[in-house]
DNA sequence: TTGTAAGCGTTATCAC
DNA sequence: GTGATAACGCTTACAA
């Protein structure tokens, strides 16, 4: 087993509430004295200077630190020593104007604030290392006007390309996209005639297979949680999913409640109140992620309702979350990791040009835990 | 209240196995046609271009860009509309290399994996943000090799500053900010004399706090799961604040039975099950961070021990998992969101010369919830 | 208020 | 294999 870690970074905008005015006080300043970083005025080695030192040009400079194959042995070693007195590090901002290249890629995905895009994104970037990309990310908070606003923050920022979540967005985006000449590619969700090419799994196919898996334990009072559906395919896919399996099982979907709400904890347990309020009572509530199901069960703890002998719940994404949850939660396995590397790897070749790239579809699996039980 | 949203980005190295030979199979491509990204050789408008259109010199275009004010508003009109018409955006790498700054500070923060950094991590983005600057995030898996790899990558990349957490690393390190003349500030833990400014709080005296609640419940058997501490001052702090407590209560903390383990649910588990062989058997299990913690917890369930009435657990954050756990956890509650509000106010400071960089220690809380219970 | 022009540190195309 | 040298797109004195 290999000892993975992640390396990151990120950049990122945030549309703050405006805490200018915050004085904050309370707190000691202790006993430290004040450690004055002076910022030493010492100008950086440069290629020039590196050069001088090696008495060679700054081509064989530049060659040895991108194509050492096209250089001597030995001048390659003078080279390599003056680097290392100098310290010297070359200027990305340089490079990225002469090579009108970056080696960087962009992610932009709705949010890091919980774990769903967390090991996709891990394993995404392992790909990337793994040929000496480097990833840049930037998140949204679902607002699809903000996830714009990153899109071209990264591509001015040089990105080599971009992998972007889901494919509802506005057509400017696509325009800008293709406009810039910048390869991007779609994760986290296929459809057919993609306007992008994409990587990821069939959100309504996985959740009416979970619905299918409930339905056929007896379930006949389905409430649902839902992500809010508007401009995220993922969560109407999903949505639509528990509808198809109803009317397959010769349900009226047209009845099936489902409370709408932004990914939380709280909010999940907001709206799992308020659908324990109807009559007759769900018997399973279906949760859009698995965020939404942790809090529906915590609200469900608090109420004094069992799971799954009172009320059955099912998430979505299996985060190490659904694992944690008592009882553990049954939800829908996405393969996170899969999914991130095929992309490094898809994304990389449509970069380098090799690729134009290749939708591909990444089953995925139900995973069942004590959070549903059956209909006695 | 505001509606806070995150958005950031990172970059990112991971030290991946090689996951090279990986063939993966069985995966359906769907008819989906082949998204073909023309990679529209269209050239892209530069300050030249806006400045043809809008007959203006390229100087008076930058300006209009970087000081609006120092332009006259008729021809700042006329150049937005051409930057607008033109669709222009600055080239991120022509204008670091011009102007040698490039408004991007970076972090270098430990892991990504779990929720400890996030929520101190997003505010400091906010802060940023708020003015003008955007993030860039390296974690390293608290590898300190890597740590050093990554503070090297950002500042290539031109970061203007730097955040950092804890203060024990190479000394190389340091010299090297100081010769690159990068400000760089520390957070999450404050000590005496630092090499660089601080904002953050005292891990001993926190966790001392701690345990001498502990120790006032009546627990004299005290079992320790802590983080690996070498090159980890948060960590070691934590254990010798748990020392210190006993101490205080004349009792020898040298006999103190201390799991060391890398962060994680599954090492925290494993620490507990290893603890609970020992005779006496431990009254309370006092943790590294939550999700040791969370582990623990895990393990007691599975060995069919209550929490807390067979056994007590404490943790150290206070992060979203302490909540939501079963029951819920007693731990060390951290200011996360002013700290990292602090921190990009002091890093800018730094970073535009208006301050050397101060020290500042902040105040935590225990949190109590239901995981720690009194020894009868 | 605006324009001119000299860099900024690389890469890449040529010759040699 | 190696060395000149011309871009690359922007900022910023300095001049006008």
Known sequence: MGFTHIVSAYIG???????????????????MERAVTSPSPEKLPTLDDVADAAKVSTATVSRCLNEPAKVSEKTREKVMQAVEALGYTPHFGARALAANRTFTIGAIIP????????????????????QGYTLLVASHAYQPEIEAEQIRALVARGADGLLLIGHRREDDVYRFLERRGVPALIAWAVQDAPRL??????????????????????????????????????????????RAAMEAHGLDQTALPVEETAYGVENGAAAFARLMQLRPRPSVVMCGNDVLAVGAMQQAREMGLLVPDDVSVTGFDNIELARIATPGLTTVDVPHREMGRRAADALIAMVAGTSAGESLELPVEITKRGSLGRVV
Chains 1, 2 share one sequence.
């Open 111 to 130: 949010t890091m604030e919980n774990a769903i895009f967390a090991r996709g994104l891990q394993a995404f970037q392992e790909g990337l290392h793994a």
């Open 197 to 242: 090419p994409a990587i990821g799994f069939d959100n309504k196919a996985a959740m009416q297979g979970l619905a299918d898996h409930v339905l056929s334990l007896g379930h006949r009072n389905i409430g649902v949680i839902s992500g809010l559906v508007a401009g995220n395919d993922r969560a109407s896919g999903r949505l639509a999913g528990i």
């Open 13 to 31: 905008i945030a549309q703050s509430p405006n805490h200018a005015g915050a004085v904050c006080t309370g707190h000691r300043t202790k006993g």
